[in-house]
T-cell receptor, first 113, second 113 residues
């Protein structure tokens, strides 16, 4: 069966520091991968998605970037965090052909101080 | 482009009472429709999905949803709510291809004794 991992689970970082959040999927090949953010009391905001290695689509201009160095690995990064980057970050995967549901990881709670 | 509206931000129901959460979508073709549930501090879990066929779909945890094309709706129902159903519920719509799902802003469900 497929599983999705995110780490770290929680993170407290000062403003201006770098960020690296990692997401890995097991048990499937060539998944579509997604990064979402939830700010407190708000819905899901799609940040990036990827349909293959090295292919990244950005949904909104951000202080953030994403990379997909391996088929089942998706990384969210920032060179300098802002207070507004605080939130709950969710990674998700889906299989592109014939199945469209997305499966979510457990999330990373990021607090920028 | 597709869109989703969840008109109710917050709903409170008594334990044992019935539940209906509303979802309206906008999409030019037959949509793929989903309901997800999110408990506090956790990722999203897929409750049920509609792709085609029977317009009444059954999901996990005793939930069901009905697709009504004429009303562009996909409302979630449960005949008897349990306290453990307290969570955030998200409706989502998908299109063919590898494009990401579009999520509604969510409805927070509170359950009182």
């Amino acid at each position: 069966s497929q599983t999705i991992h995110q780490w770290p689970a929680t993170l407290v970082q000062p403003v201006g520091s770098p960020l690296s959040l990692e997401c890995t999927v097991e048990g499937t090949s060539n998944p579509n991968l997604y990064w979402y953010r939830q700010a407190a009391g708000r819905g899901l905001q799609l940040l990036f998605y990827s349909v293959g290695i090295g292919q990244i689509s950005s949904e909104v201009p951000q202080n953030l970037s994403a990379s997909r160095p391996q088929d089942r690995q998706f990384i969210l990064s920032s060179k300098k965090l802002l207070l507004s980057d605080s939130g709950f970050y969710l990674c998700a995967w889906s299989v592109g052909t014939g199945q469209y549901e997305q499966y979510f990881g457990p999330g990373t709670r990021l607090t920028v101080t | 482009a597709q869109s989703v509206t969840q008109p109710d931000i917050h709903i409170t129901v008594s334990e044992g009472a019935s539940l209906e959460l509303r979802c309206n979508y906008s999409y030019g073709a037959t949509p793929y429709l989903f309901w997800y549930v999110q408990s506090p501090g956790q990722g999203l879990q897929l409750l049920l999905k509609y792709f085609s066929g029977d317009t009444l779909v059954q999901g996990i945890k005793g939930f069901e949803a009905e697709f009504k094309r004429s009303q562009s709706s996909f409302n979630l129902r449960k005949p008897s709510v349990h306290w453990s159903d307290a969570a955030e519920y998200f409706c989502a719509v998908g299109a063919r291809g590898n494009t990401p799902l579009v999520f509604g802003k969510g409805t927070r469900l509170s359950v009182i004794a």
